[in-house]
């Protein structure tokens, strides 16, 4: 949300700018090149919004999956959630419990 805001103010600036130096006869062609990228911006940050939330149902779906098959594993504390915060405990206690193991197999000289 923070880089469509900067393009946005960037947008604005480069408007106010134009109209500055803007000779009165090109003042409508100014104001309708500004209304065409204003409203190109628009849709390009709808699309780009879309395509996140697309993102997280699909992110959603795949930790949904991986609950269910450490629970169908009968991996004791594992079960299905959508609760952010016990996803979260989730990660944080495999990688407490598994995340040393792989640190010093990945150290070891073999």
Do not use: W
């Not at 299905?80 to 419990?97: D, E, W």
Request: aromatic share 4%; glycine share 2%.
């Amino acid at each position: 949300h923070c880089e469509h805001q900067v393009l946005k103010q960037d947008l604005i600036h480069k408007h106010k700018e134009a109209l500055q130096v803007c000779k009165s006869h090109n003042l409508v062609v100014m104001k309708t090149n500004r209304q065409g990228e204003t409203e190109a911006l628009e849709i390009e940050v709808r699309e780009e919004q879309m395509m996140d939330d697309k993102i997280l149902v699909e992110m959603d779906q795949k930790v949904i999956n991986q609950q269910n098959t450490l629970e169908i594993a009968r991996v004791p504390g594992f079960y299905i959630t959508t609760n952010p915060q016990l996803n979260q405990h989730f990660v944080n206690v495999h990688y407490s419990a598994y995340g040393s193991q792989k640190k010093s197999a990945q150290s070891s000289p073999c």
